[in-house]
């Protein structure tokens, strides 16, 4: 008898290659898998992502396969949105509160219908890692499917062990680091830190908020700011003051990074006067275009100085133009898959920064790009010199296995591995999060395999950088 194709995607099995992404010469092939063996069971060190520290808080069991999966993954929903699939059929919540699909098993079936459009995708190995590896799902996501797969991911999620902090423990996180605005009170955080659990749930300084002239409601944010604060915010003293005592808010419940996420890298060093009349301007929303830029650049100056006081290590995560499409920012709100990579500039943007404190040892910069064209031209020569700079691991709509090894190609010669961090998940996906990992060990061994196999390595050295880009260097990067 012959299946039809439909009959054939439903029983196809999703077995994953235990070579996948490694070379396909013997030799080289060989030597990925056993850098991999060595590595491959090593803690998971997450210095920078999105999870929601609610999660861990409450322990409750996640609702279904689609809230898990679909609804709030942009790599998942802006595919499904390229090929003419609503956002409000997939569930994703309306910024005016109209209605969407509420019924996840239907969101779940539009989705297994067309999984073959994420073929060959970064979203579709971490998918396939995801079922196969965590609910034992070994058949192809197809159509035909739906209803068997959705019955079985949800079955697993009703069971205690598939609660998030059982998860969590499962995935082998040693530490893991969520992102929250000056403005959030991190309740969530206090609530794991009270409780009687051990896993290590800390959080991230990310002032865009307060640091923005253009975002909305910058006078209200500031206003909240200060009251957080017991600070003055609206003076620049006290707005400078307010920024340091929520630092300090934030480094009592682990942090240890602030993150920035500014339409460019734009940094600029002014007097304390010039900085002040551009902050009341902010505040009156009679900024310009170019004076809000300049004030976002020199407050990326001003965290500097004061990481030099704190310790928090400075991430700098430029160059996407955020919310590109208007119509769906005012239909369902930031965050929709519309951000999208542009050209960026580090060498003349940073100058200013690292003229002020490019040259101290006890600073520690990391900096990420949208754009791979700067790699070997600016990143790679700038972290190369400077003591405060550190390379961040492809980002974003680079976190694929092509992007992975295209970033070791361009970085190494002149950066080395040692002045970068590791490798960093920066995702919502909770259950994406060892399937990230995993394919970052398996494309840095196959890097290091290539390289000791066309005698730039010796073997022994593959072995100690591998441990070295799996766990050290983000521990150390991180302050971990």
């Known amino acids: 008898m012959t299946l039809g194709l439909s009959q054939a995607r439903a029983v196809a099995s999703a077995t994953l290659d235990p070579?996948?992404?490694?070379?396909?010469?013997?030799?080289?092939?060989?030597?990925?898998?056993?850098?991999?063996?060595?590595v491959k069971e090593l803690p998971i060190i997450s210095p920078h992502g999105h999870t929601d520290p609610r999660w861990f808080a409450e322990n409750e069991p996640f609702a279904d396969p689609a809230q898990l999966f679909i609804v709030p993954d942009h790599y998942v929903f802006r595919m499904?949105?390229?090929?003419?699939?609503?956002?409000?059929?997939?569930?994703?919540p309306r910024a005016d509160g109209n209605l969407t699909e509420t019924d996840s098993r239907k969101i779940w079936r539009v989705f297994a219908e067309n999984y073959h459009l994420f073929r060959a995708t970064p979203s579709r190995t971490w998918l396939d890692h995801s079922f196969h590896d965590l609910f034992g799902w070994t058949e192809r996501l197809s159509g035909d499917n739906a209803d068997q797969a959705y019955d079985h991911i949800a079955d697993c999620l009703a069971r205690p062990e598939f609660r998030p902090r059982a998860l969590f423990e499962r995935f082998n996180i040693e530490v893991i680091s969520t992102t929250e605005s000056p403005l959030d009170d991190l309740k969530w955080h206090a609530m794991i830190r009270d409780s009687d659990w051990?896993?290590?749930?800390?959080?991230?300084?990310?002032?865009?908020?307060?640091?923005?002239p253009d975002v909305d409601g910058f006078a209200a944010n500031i206003e909240a700011f200060g009251a957080l604060a017991a600070e003055d915010a609206t003076t620049w003293h006290g707005y400078l003051n307010a920024h340091r005592n929520r630092r300090a808010y934030f480094k009592s419940f682990g942090a240890t990074s602030s993150d920035h996420g500014h339409p460019n890298a734009r940094t600029e060093n002014l007097s304390a006067t010039t900085a002040s009349e551009l902050f009341q301007k902010a505040l009156k929303g009679t900024c310009t275009a170019e004076e809000a830029d300049v004030f976002r650049g020199h407050m990326l100056t001003e965290m500097a100085r004061m990481s030099l006081e704190d310790g928090l290590v400075l991430q700098i995560h430029p160059g996407s133009f955020r919310n590109h499409?208007?119509?769906?920012?005012?239909?369902?709100?930031?965050?929709?898959?519309?951000?999208?990579?542009?050209?960026?500039?580090?060498v003349r943007a940073l100058r200013p920064l690292l003229e002020a404190v490019g040259l101290e040892k006890d600073l520690s910069v990391i900096l990420f790009t949208l754009d791979e064209t700067a790699y070997a031209r600016e990143l790679a020569p700038l972290a190369g010199v400077y003591p405060v700079l550190k390379l961040g691991p492809p980002w974003w709509f680079y976190d694929s296995p092509e992007g992975m090894r295209r970033f070791r190609e361009m970085t190494t010669e002149t950066a080395g591995f040692y002045n970068t961090v590791g490798f960093n998940d920066d995702t919502r996906a909770f259950c994406s999060i060892p399937a990230r990992h995993d394919v970052a060990r398996r494309v840095d061994c196959a890097y290091l395999a290539s390289l000791v196999t066309s005698g730039r390595l010796d073997e022994d050295e593959a072995h100690e950088v591998a441990y070295d880009l799996t766990y050290r260097l983000a521990k150390q990067a991180y302050r971990l």
Do not use: H
């Open 198 to 212: 051990n896993g290590r749930v800390i959080t991230a300084y990310r002032p865009d908020a307060v640091v923005d």
């Open 80 to 92: 499904l949105f390229s090929q003419g699939i609503d956002l409000a059929e997939l569930g994703v």
């Open 19 to 38: 070579f996948r992404l490694f070379p396909t010469e013997r030799r080289s092939r060989d030597l990925a898998a056993a850098l991999y063996d060595g």
């Open 325 to 346: 499409s208007g119509p769906i920012l005012q239909a369902f709100g930031r965050d929709k898959g519309f951000d999208i990579p542009t050209r960026t500039d580090y």
